[in-house]
């Protein structure tokens, strides 16, 4: 039984000559690290997956005993984007590459004796679970998730030196078997508390892209179809997407027309400012598609763009409309739901049509047919919570 830590700070000035040498060195041994890191096997505690002497790859040590049992055990901490509570997971492990059987005592009984001890690692592994479950995700959670980590440690030490020493180190079959029933107890009374990920009703999403308008009716004659900037903020609860979206756009005037005494001449550089809010429903989703029709209102405000020409001081026209359209998603990447992640999230290519009728002047009223493309990201995350889940292992007939 063991567990290794390697740590390794060195502080060295070197010369140009130094330095070209410690490279070649580099590179030259980088490739035994990269093997060295290739041959590191490890096998995770199973209750229906038990110890084999196949397991056990390491090299027999002289004046070691007949058998040697590495293991890790630790614990994983995952952010969460819901109240702070972080997704925690304890795990134990074995190192087969290490560990070793010598020859003579690849027997059943030895086998159960190791088995034993990756069982008892298992139960401080929960144990330490259950600890680092209650703290509370603050700033000192680092520093008492250490003490737990040692504390559980320390513990399951002792627990390991107990048991080598009244089973004689696996050759008293008695005190073998009395183990094996208590450690299987253990485990049963220890609840293994499974991370149960819950999808949240809410979902986040930005988009940002390029727009084109192309207008319509009346308006097609007096403006020149508008390109621009778009932002999308979209807030989904279950099925109901809320579509916030400010957009900016550049035109020119294509022929003079005149609103609340204001003459916008032909040829005059003008920005626009649209802002769109819509309410939609997700009609399909798939892992590669999302279609989401929507209905809302729009604020458009077109404006000078040189607003120091005393000549159009004061202009503005404001257009206030009904808006509908569809938003379609392509979703990228693998997208398939996955029960065991914190987040479905997902990166998308977003098009995007939709029609505002324009309700001022005469001359310039009709609509604007309004095509948006970009790219967006979306995530809806999860809430977690712990289900406890026991093990009852069987043991037919005589346990050796």
């Not at 830590?5 to 035994?32: G, K």
Request: aromatic share 12%; charged share 20%.
């Amino acid at each position: 039984m063991s567990k290794l830590y390697v740590h390794l700070h060195v502080s060295v000035t070197f010369s140009p000559t130094m330095a070209m040498r410690f490279l070649l060195t580099v590179l030259l041994i980088c490739p035994l690290f990269v093997q060295a890191q290739e041959r590191i096997d490890t096998l995770h505690w199973s209750a229906t997956r038990r110890l084999k002497l196949s397991d056990f790859h390491g090299d027999p040590q002289p004046g070691q005993g007949i058998s040697e049992f590495y293991y890790q055990l630790g614990y994983d901490v995952q952010p969460t984007l819901i109240r702070n509570r972080p997704i925690i997971d304890a795990y134990c492990l074995m190192f087969r590459n290490l560990s070793w059987v010598v020859e003579s005592a690849r027997t059943e009984q030895t086998l159960q004796y190791n088995q034993i001890l990756f069982d008892l690692v298992e139960v401080h592994a929960r144990r330490m679970k259950t600890k680092l479950i209650e703290l509370k995700a603050d700033r000192h959670f680092k520093d008492l998730a250490k003490q737990i980590e040692y504390r559980t440690n320390a513990e399951l030490t002792a627990q390991v030196n107990q048991f080598r020493a009244e089973t004689n180190g696996g050759n008293s079959f008695q005190a073998l078997e009395r183990w094996q029933q208590k450690v299987a107890q253990m485990l049963y009374d220890t609840p293994d508390m499974v991370t149960t990920y819950h999808q949240s009703d809410v979902g986040l999403g930005v988009f940002l892209g390029g727009s084109a308008m192309q207008p319509t009716g009346g308006i097609s004659r007096t403006l020149n179809p508008p390109t621009g900037l778009v932002y999308s903020f979209d807030v989904v609860f279950r099925q109901y997407v809320l579509l916030l979206q400010p957009s900016l756009y550049s035109a020119t005037i294509r022929d003079a027309f005149s609103q609340n005494d204001q003459t916008w001449n032909g040829g005059m550089k003008v920005s626009a400012i649209l802002f769109e809010a819509g309410l939609g429903t997700i009609v399909h989703e798939s892992p590669r598609h999302r279609v989401i029709p929507y209905v809302g209102y729009s604020l458009l405000n077109m404006l000078p763009r040189d607003r120091r020409d005393e000549r159009y001081k004061g202009y503005s026209l404001v257009n206030h409309a009904p808006v509908a359209g569809v938003v379609w998603d392509f979703k990228l990447g693998s997208n398939d739901r996955n029960p065991n992640r914190a987040s479905d999230a997902f990166w998308f290519i977003r098009a995007k049509l939709s029609y505002t009728p324009v309700l001022t002047a005469k001359s310039f009223s009709g609509g604007l047919l309004n095509l948006q493309l970009g790219l967006g990201g979306f995530s809806r995350p999860r809430r977690i919570s712990y289900e406890p889940e026991r093990t009852t292992l069987t043991f037919p007939g005589r346990m050796l």
